[in-house]
């Protein structure tokens, strides 16, 4: 079955870059998903950050838009994220998931995030 | 945007029946998804759609909607339902969104 495998540096300087990249194993990125990054600060709840499909288009969360990029890399089977400006606020675990969604009858059904990696704590220190 | 409220805690005891509410806007449009979360580990998607189960959900956890409201009720709760539970949709905009999460403790 689909497996998602985040990675990336777990500490990241105030300013600077968080860059982070999903490998997605036992499936292909082109299916018809949306791929998902989620963020969950210590102790808090869950915030979606963004969303791309494979033929790259994106969605992002508004509060977060001017700083985030998610690209993907379908030669590598993979997506990533960019976060610039970094502070504290964005210390977190991030997490990669594969969104499910249907079109049936003309409508659209959104049915959540079946798959996620374990995910990988970024930490925003000097 | 929109958002999706959730109590902050809710309390069960053993065997009996506790449902989660996630209310929203959004909700009269889409259907809730709900996650279980227990402490280290990613959320696991426990119900989609109308009320479906992904493969390996036990059939006590069930999902219903009303309105703006989106219900997960776990039938006979058991001790290891003991976690967070979060809901997420898309809303109005087709973004993604999450409710706050609700931290269920089974007595």
């Known amino acids: 079955q689909v497996q998602l495998q985040e990675s990336g540096p777990g500490l990241v300087k105030p300013s600077g870059t968080l860059s982070l990249t999903c490998a997605v194993s036992g499936g292909s990125i082109s299916s018809s998903n949306w791929w998902s990054w989620v963020r969950q600060p210590p102790g808090k709840g869950l915030e979606w950050i963004g969303e791309?499909?494979?033929?790259?288009?994106?969605n992002y969360n508004p509060s977060l838009k001017s700083r985030v990029t998610i690209s993907v890399d379908k030669s590598k089977n993979q997506f990533s994220l960019k976060l610039s400006s970094v502070t504290a606020a964005d210390t977190a675990v991030y997490y990669c998931?594969?969104?499910?969604?249907?079109?049936?009858?003309?409508?659209?059904?959104?049915?959540?995030?079946?798959?996620w990696g374990q995910g990988t704590t970024v930490t925003v220190s000097s | 945007s929109s958002e999706l409220t959730q109590d902050p805690a809710v309390s069960v005891a053993l065997g009996q029946t506790v449902r989660i509410t996630c209310q929203g806007d959004s909700l009269r449009s889409y259907y809730a998804s709900w996650y279980q979360q227990k402490p280290g580990q990613a959320p696991v998607l426990v119900i989609y759609?109308?009320?479906n189960r992904p493969s390996g959900i036990p059939d006590r956890f069930s999902g219903s909607s009303s309105g703006n409201t989106a219900s997960l009720t776990i039938t006979g709760a058991q001790a290891e339902d003991e976690a967070d539970y979060y809901c997420?949709?898309?809303?109005?905009?087709?973004?993604?969104?999450f409710g706050g999460g609700t931290k269920l403790t089974v007595l």
């Open positions: 791309i499909y494979h033929s790259g288009s994106t």
């Open positions: 759609g109308k009320n």
């Open positions: 998931a594969r969104g499910l969604d249907s079109h049936e009858g003309g409508y659209y059904y959104y049915y959540g995030m079946d798959v």
């Open positions: 997420n949709s898309r809303d109005s905009s087709g973004y993604v969104v």
